[in-house]
């Protein structure tokens, strides 16, 4: 008897960071536009995220041009404020020895106002580089670097220790990511009871598929937003339990509208944004839920 010889495969070494992960930090490392650095610099909280709530449109009204794009610029901050508010209100109670992750933070705004609300220890996680260092750099300036930390890592595999966090999120950040990934490694961080947030846009599964606008929106931002049934899947299938489910598009609106009329910060993607709300093919959703 003969045998063919074992055709040999060699082994290609898995990069740490895929592809596409470089992408999207390249993205970030590089990113500048002015409406999420015009509007940190107001009380050194950055967030890369959008705004929820009323708008209060007699900003627009300012004769001057110049107050009346601080004033829009104000405005505009104030609703992304008002969303990392809500997120962080569904966190608690926490206790200042309590240990939070904030999965995908940014320029960081979110980790701090964690900190300010409950004295809680924060570790953020960004894949840019750049990022966690200005956020670093921000967390010295406010004198909080005992409690609040930036790490350039990947928020699928941390590498901190397991049930360590009494709370964690995502704002924002969830569409980069496969989502079963990314809730093992919420469920490992957290410890039993644990509570886990996440604030994204989803697409609509009662749409149908993802519509023009959402793979617009797609293609600006180098992501893939996820359906909303997958969300409630992932977490079923990664010991997250939903505790509390808020459809936020109607109170996001009003941020686009303003945004729009902001002709110092927009970045080109507002137009899409408020037709995919409008025609029912994309929402804004919080989910909060327990680690069981
Ligand atoms: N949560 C922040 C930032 C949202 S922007 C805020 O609310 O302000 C999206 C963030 O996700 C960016 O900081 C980007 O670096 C981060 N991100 C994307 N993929 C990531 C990954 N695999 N690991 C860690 N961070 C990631």
């Not at 895929?18 to 967030?47: C, F």
């Not at 994204?200 to 893939?224: F, K, P, Q």
């Not at 299938?237 to 509390?244: I, S, T």
Request: with cysteine.
């Amino acid at each position: 008897m003969t045998t063919a010889p074992v055709a040999r495969t060699t082994t290609v070494p898995v990069p740490t960071q895929s592809t596409y992960q470089n992408r999207v930090a390249d993205y970030w490392n590089a990113e500048e536009n002015p409406v999420n650095l015009e509007l940190g610099k107001i009380d050194d909280l950055y967030h890369h995220h959008y705004g929820v709530g009323n708008v209060d449109w007699t900003v627009l009204d300012e004769a001057d041009p110049e107050v009346r794009r601080e004033r829009v610029t104000a405005e505009l901050h104030r609703l992304e404020h008002s969303q990392a508010e809500l997120l962080a209100s569904h966190l608690g109670p926490l206790t200042p020895t309590d240990r939070v992750f904030d999965a995908g933070c940014g320029r960081g705004g979110g980790s701090v106002v964690a900190n300010l609300r409950y004295g809680c220890h924060a570790d953020g996680v960004t894949i840019s580089a750049k990022q966690a260092e200005f956020a670093n750099e921000m967390a010295m300036k406010r004198d909080v670097t005992d409690k609040v930390r930036y790490h350039h890592r990947n928020m699928l595999d941390t590498g901190f220790e397991s049930g360590a966090y009494s709370a964690s999120w995502n704002n924002e950040s969830t569409m980069y990511v496969e989502l079963d990934l990314l809730f093992a490694e919420h469920a490992r961080l957290l410890r039993r009871g644990g509570r886990y947030v996440v604030i994204t846009g989803c697409y609509n599964d009662t749409y149908g598929r993802a519509s023009r606008e959402v793979s617009l929106i797609n293609a600006h931002y180098i992501c893939d937003i996820h359906p909303r049934s997958e969300y409630f899947r992932a977490m079923a299938r990664n010991r997250l339990v939903p505790v509390h489910v808020e459809d936020l598009t109607q109170a996001t609106i009003p941020y686009w509208e303003l945004r729009k009329e902001a002709d110092h910060l927009v970045t080109g993607i507002e137009d899409a944004f408020l037709s995919a709300y409008r025609n029912g093919s994309f929402q804004y959703l919080l989910i909060a839920a327990d680690r069981v």
